[in-house]
Nanobody, 116 residues
Framework: QVQVVESGGGLVQAGGSLRLSCAVS????????MGWYRQAPGKQREQVAT????????NYADGVKGRFTISRDNAKNTVYLQMNVLKLEDTAVYYC?????????WGKGTLVTVSS
């Protein structure tokens, strides 16, 4: 079993920055790819960024390329999402997902609100 807990959300002005953290515990040796997803009000959940098990491969949604950076510290069992130049449309609940042995483990999410 894998547990996933996000943190770092909050209220930020447009153009500002936030860093989200995702702590993984439990059977962490099984964890492979991890990713950040978000769900805005009235919209479907969408993928934001993913990172491979050793961090050598990353993938970003077109709307966040150049502004967001995903990274992971396996020694701390933590994945980060550095978000810069935040826009109003980045407002959403951000979820972290860990993939372990072909199963998805989700956190409960952290709210990011970008104000004008």
């Amino acid at each position: 079993q894998v547990q996933v807990v996000e943190s770092g959300g909050g209220l930020v002005q447009a153009g500002g920055s936030l860093r989200l953290s995702c702590a993984v515990s439990g059977s962490i040796f099984m964890v492979n790819t991890m990713g950040w997803y978000r769900q805005a009000p009235g919209k479907q959940r969408e993928q934001v960024a993913t990172i491979s098990s050793v961090g050598s491969s990353t993938n970003y949604a077109d709307g966040v390329k150049g502004r967001f950076t995903i990274s992971r510290d396996n020694a701390k069992n933590t994945v980060y999402l550095q978000m810069n130049v935040l826009k109003l449309e980045d407002t959403a609940v951000y979820y972290c997902k860990a993939i372990a042995r072909f199963m998805d483990y989700w956190g409960k999410g952290t709210l990011v609100t970008v104000s004008s």
